[in-house]
């Protein structure tokens, strides 16, 4: 990436949004290269476009990966293994927040191409709903999804939290946070 060549070394916070995808190359290279980070910020979902209609949400989508499982990583176990091993360089860090759901991609296309016919269809909601449309404002998949989720996203968040002595918190991107 051209645009870490000009930062300096000791960096400790670092915060990117607004990426095409977060994977293992991109965490390695900033590991590597700013060891002493405390703070590392990188997030994806920005890319969604949530506030027009659903035409743009499920076009922006497809722009991002936003949803790595099983597309960028074949498993939950696979993905946390290597973000394990290129974080390891980063022995101060206290926060990470990574804006990517751990959710399976299958849980926005099958949101887009199920959910969204109905509720269109739907007269009680009419033609053009208006804006959010993502799978955390939909009852269908919030009670299909919702429990694997966060039962997913506790799992990996106390893996990080255990390899990284230093960690005071770690986030993810989620469809389906608590208390929603
Ligand atoms: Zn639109
Ligand atoms: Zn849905």
Not at 3 to 31: E, G, Y
Request: some cysteine.
């Amino acid at each position: 990436m051209l645009l870490f060549k000009n930062m300096t070394a000791a960096l400790t916070q670092m915060k990117l949004t607004h990426l095409p995808r977060i994977d293992s190359s991109l965490l390695s290279l900033a590991a590597s290269r700013f060891p002493t980070l405390v703070t590392l910020e990188l997030s994806c979902v920005e890319r969604l476009d949530e506030h027009c209609c659903w035409l743009c949400f499920e076009e922006s989508s497809t722009c991002c990966a936003h949803s790595p499982i099983p597309g960028v990583y074949a498993t939950v176990d696979s993905l946390l293994s290597d973000f394990l091993k290129v974080l390891k360089p980063l022995e101060r860090l206290e926060t990470l927040f990574l804006g990517i759901f751990l959710s399976d991609a299958d849980v926005l296309a099958r949101h887009l191409e199920r959910c969204a016919a109905v509720i269109m269809a739907s007269p009680r909601t009419g033609y053009y709903p208006a804006p959010p449309f993502g799978p955390n404002k939909c009852a269908v998949c919030c009670a299909e999804h919702g429990v694997a989720t966060r039962t997913r996203e506790l799992r990996v968040k106390a893996a990080i939290a255990a390899a990284i002595p230093s960690i005071q918190s770690v986030g993810f991107s989620s469809w389906f946070p608590l208390g929603q």
